[in-house]
Protein backbone atom coordinates (compact mmCIF):
# COMPACT_ATOMS: atom_id res chain seq x y z
CA UNK A 1 0.00 0.00 0.00
CA UNK A 2 0.79 3.82 0.64
CA UNK A 3 3.09 5.18 2.87
CA UNK A 4 4.05 8.62 3.93
CA UNK A 5 7.15 9.78 5.50
CA UNK A 6 7.37 13.12 6.93
CA UNK A 7 10.34 15.28 7.80
CA UNK A 8 11.34 18.07 8.92
CA UNK A 9 9.94 19.46 12.13
CA UNK A 10 11.31 20.82 15.11
CA UNK A 11 11.84 23.76 17.50
CA UNK A 12 12.38 27.65 16.54
CA UNK A 13 12.50 30.47 17.69
CA UNK A 14 9.31 32.66 16.34
CA UNK A 15 11.08 34.48 12.94
CA UNK A 16 12.56 31.29 12.16
CA UNK A 17 12.35 29.21 8.89
CA UNK A 18 11.73 25.31 8.82
CA UNK A 19 11.17 23.22 6.00
CA UNK A 20 8.80 19.53 5.94
CA UNK A 21 9.33 17.31 3.30
CA UNK A 22 6.53 14.50 3.02
CA UNK A 23 7.50 11.51 0.57
CA UNK A 24 4.91 9.08 -0.99
CA UNK A 25 5.95 5.23 -1.42
CA UNK A 26 4.53 2.15 -2.94
CA UNK A 27 5.10 2.07 -6.48
CA UNK A 28 2.53 5.03 -7.17
CA UNK A 29 1.34 6.05 -10.35
CA UNK A 30 0.03 9.32 -9.98
CA UNK A 31 -1.59 11.58 -7.55
CA UNK A 32 -3.70 14.10 -8.19
CA UNK A 33 -2.94 16.19 -5.30
CA UNK A 34 -1.02 16.78 -1.89
CA UNK A 35 -1.19 18.96 0.96
CA UNK A 36 -0.38 19.84 4.59
CA UNK A 37 -2.88 19.74 7.13
CA UNK A 38 -2.34 20.76 10.99
CA UNK A 39 -3.38 20.51 14.17
CA UNK A 40 -2.66 22.97 17.28
CA UNK A 41 -3.55 22.06 20.93
CA UNK A 42 -7.28 22.66 21.49
CA UNK A 43 -7.61 22.97 18.03
CA UNK A 44 -9.59 21.33 15.04
CA UNK A 45 -7.09 20.03 11.95
CA UNK A 46 -7.27 22.57 9.33
CA UNK A 47 -5.71 22.65 5.76
CA UNK A 48 -2.59 24.79 5.64
CA UNK A 49 -1.32 24.66 1.80
CA UNK A 50 -2.10 21.84 -0.84
CA UNK A 51 -0.75 21.76 -4.58
CA UNK A 52 -2.47 19.76 -7.45
CA UNK A 53 0.09 17.46 -9.68
CA UNK A 54 -0.38 20.60 -12.35
CA UNK A 55 0.91 22.89 -9.76
CA UNK A 56 -1.98 25.00 -8.57
CA UNK A 57 -1.77 25.88 -5.24
CA UNK A 58 -4.31 27.01 -2.41
CA UNK A 59 -3.12 28.35 0.83
CA UNK A 60 -4.87 29.09 4.29
CA UNK A 61 -4.80 33.10 5.29
CA UNK A 62 -2.99 32.45 8.21
CA UNK A 63 0.13 31.49 5.99
CA UNK A 64 -0.34 33.04 2.84
CA UNK A 65 2.83 35.43 2.30
CA UNK A 66 5.23 33.49 4.78
CA UNK A 67 4.44 29.56 3.66
CA UNK A 68 5.07 27.67 0.09
CA UNK A 69 4.43 24.57 -1.13
CA UNK A 70 6.41 22.58 -3.96
CA UNK A 71 5.92 19.52 -5.12
CA UNK A 72 8.25 17.21 -7.18
CA UNK A 73 6.15 14.83 -9.41
CA UNK A 74 8.59 12.51 -10.33
CA UNK A 75 9.91 11.90 -6.58
CA UNK A 76 6.70 11.58 -4.96
CA UNK A 77 7.46 14.07 -2.77
CA UNK A 78 5.73 17.39 -1.26
CA UNK A 79 7.48 20.23 0.93
CA UNK A 80 6.24 23.08 2.65
CA UNK A 81 8.84 26.21 3.15
CA UNK A 82 7.72 27.96 6.43
CA UNK A 83 9.24 31.17 6.65
CA UNK A 84 8.49 33.70 9.32
CA UNK A 85 7.05 31.24 11.87
CA UNK A 86 4.64 32.80 14.23
CA UNK A 87 4.00 30.57 17.25
CA UNK A 88 0.48 29.91 16.64
CA UNK A 89 1.88 28.18 13.81
CA UNK A 90 2.81 25.72 16.54
CA UNK A 91 1.11 22.20 15.45
CA UNK A 92 1.27 18.42 14.05
CA UNK A 93 1.31 18.81 10.67
CA UNK A 94 0.32 16.52 8.79
CA UNK A 95 0.81 15.59 4.64
CA UNK A 96 -1.99 14.38 2.67
CA UNK A 97 -2.60 13.20 -0.94
CA UNK A 98 -6.62 13.19 -2.46
CA UNK A 99 -6.67 10.58 -5.27
CA UNK A 100 -3.65 8.54 -5.58
CA UNK A 101 -3.12 5.06 -7.68
CA UNK A 102 -0.84 2.59 -7.46
CA UNK A 103 1.00 1.36 -10.57
CA UNK A 104 -1.60 -1.83 -10.46
CA UNK A 105 -4.33 -0.02 -10.75
CA UNK A 106 -5.34 0.31 -7.02
CA UNK A 107 -7.26 3.56 -6.15
CA UNK A 108 -6.81 5.57 -2.67
CA UNK A 109 -9.03 8.42 -2.32
CA UNK A 110 -7.02 10.05 0.74
CA UNK A 111 -4.12 8.99 2.89
CA UNK A 112 -2.28 10.72 5.40
CA UNK A 113 0.75 10.58 6.99
CA UNK A 114 1.49 10.05 11.10
CA UNK A 115 2.37 13.52 11.63
CA UNK A 116 5.60 16.06 12.35
CA UNK A 117 5.46 18.27 15.34
CA UNK A 118 6.39 22.13 14.80
CA UNK A 119 6.93 24.62 17.79
CA UNK A 120 7.83 28.13 17.67
CA UNK A 121 8.84 29.54 21.02
CA UNK A 122 8.42 33.43 21.89
Known amino acids: QVQLAESGGGLVQAGGSLRLSCAAS????????MGWYRQAPGKQRELVAA???????NYADSVKGRFTISRDNAKNTVYLQMNSLKPEDTAVYYC????????????????WGQGTQVTVSS
Open 96 to 111: NTRNLRLSNGTYFYDT
Open 26 to 33: GSIFSINA
Open 51 to 57: ITSGGST
